[in-house]
């Protein structure tokens, strides 16, 4: 993975293969601690202990019985690149919380990519589960809530071309915003 | 600025544009998106086939998608289903393909035999 709003995107489809119908994605730019975390968190059905561990080991699982896929060894590998960690806190029946955090100016530290594409991929493909996205950045901030944006539309889908478009240069704009 | 009040719009206008269309089977686009798709590119050719839909004016396909397929090196994965017809699934649709897939397959019928991995 090639920075981080990939990684998110591949939490995110863990998260739906959970079964998850809330989902919180939160990137915080911890300017002044020199600290970057990236958090989702969903109320999906959850890991025992033992399969929070698997889940961290790239070659305990098989691919016919692994609920999440090398995509978690990856981010924590890309976390402890950067002077960070990975933790995963999860109970069965209680959802799913990845922290992953990162030394903000690591020269290994991977950028954060394209985070518009990433929310645009997530938004138009699962038209049935329920988004937060909160970026932070010093003292700035946004949130964007795919509810609202549903109660906007008022039944027309978010995978209709042109809203996904309007969607992708609307976060990209937000994105835009928290630069100074 | 893109304002909530451009996204009514879009949606009052799209909404004229769905009642001329209302019934029949839709056209159904699938798009892998397990660790192996998303590293090979399955976000940017996912970017391309919306931005291709939306150029075409084609507003009535509906967008799905799947896990890793197990054929992780032929990543990016899409499926195409036209109505009536069985699936055909297209191996290693990088933006360009995405872009000719959705312009001969999509719209014009004709499969794209040499980028076919499974149907």
Redesign the interface.
């Given at each position: 993975?090639r920075d981080l709003s990939?990684h998110v995107?591949?939490l995110v489809?863990n998260s739906l293969?959970a079964q998850a119908t809330r989902i919180e994605i939160i990137i915080d730019e911890d300017i002044a601690c020199n600290q970057l975390r990236l958090i989702v968190r969903d109320n999906g059905h959850g890991m025992s202990q033992e399969q929070c561990k698997a889940a961290l080991d790239p070659f305990y699982t098989t691919?016919t019985t692994r609920k999440v896929?090398?995509?978690l060894p990856?981010l924590q590998a890309a976390a402890e690149r950067a002077d960070g960690s990975l933790q995963l806190h999860s109970q069965l029946g209680q959802g799913t919380t990845v922290i992953a955090t990162f030394v903000y100016d690591h020269l290994d530290r991977a950028p954060l990519g394209d985070m518009s594409?990433?929310l645009?991929?997530i938004i138009?493909?699962?038209e049935e589960c329920c988004f937060t996205y909160r970026h932070r950045r010093g003292e700035r901030e946004f949130t964007i809530c795919s509810e609202e944006?549903r109660q906007?539309?008022?039944?027309?889908p978010l995978?209709?071309?042109?809203?996904?478009?309007?969607f992708?240069?609307?976060v990209r704009?937000l994105e835009k915003s928290l630069e100074v | 600025?893109?304002s909530?009040e451009?996204?009514?719009k879009?949606?009052d206008?799209?909404?004229q544009m769905?009642h001329l269309r209302e019934g029949g089977e839709k056209i159904r686009i699938v798009?892998g998106?397990?660790?192996?798709g998303?590293?090979a590119g399955a976000?940017?050719t996912?970017?391309a086939i919306?931005?291709e839909?939306?150029r075409l004016n084609?507003?009535d396909v509906?967008?799905?998608?799947t896990?890793?397929a197990?054929l992780c090196d032929q990543e990016p994965l899409v499926d195409v289903f036209l109505p009536g017809q069985p699936r055909v699934t297209y191996g290693q649709v990088d933006e360009e393909r995405a872009r000719q897939i959705i312009g001969e397959h999509v719209v014009n019928g004709r499969v794209i035999e040499k980028w076919v991995v499974e149907r």
């Open positions: 993975m990939l995107l591949d489809q293969t691919r896929g090398l995509g990856l594409l990433t645009m991929t138009a493909l699962n944006l906007e539309l008022a039944g027309i995978d209709h071309p042109q809203i996904a478009a309007w992708r240069e609307y704009e | 600025m893109k909530l451009d996204l009514r879009l949606r206008s799209a909404r769905m798009i998106m397990g660790t192996c998303i590293a976000r940017e996912l970017a919306m931005q839909l939306e084609l507003f509906a967008i799905t998608q896990g890793c197990g």
